[in-house]
């Protein structure tokens, strides 16, 4: 079975598209029929990239004292 290529052995090639070219590979990849999810399923996000120290129904509770 062959090894999956990885980023760094396509990057020496992606450095010599044209501007045309580079952006046209890059709508190909953006384009997927699933959006996010499928990239949320490969690469989850960490346990530290949502969370937060504060209580969460505090973050719509701040700046509010002042008003009416």
């Known amino acids: 079975m062959t090894q999956p290529l ?18 046209r590979l890059v709508r190909t990849i953006t ?11 490969l690469v989850p996000p960490k346990a530290d990239e949502f969370s937060s120290d504060d209580e969460h129904l505090a973050w719509d509770a701040e700046g509010w004292e002042n008003v009416g």
């Open 31 to 41: 384009a997927s029929p699933e959006g996010d999810a499928a990239v949320y399923r």
């Open 6 to 23: 990885t980023a760094d052995d396509i990057l020496p090639l992606v450095k010599h598209l044209s501007l045309e070219e580079r952006t």
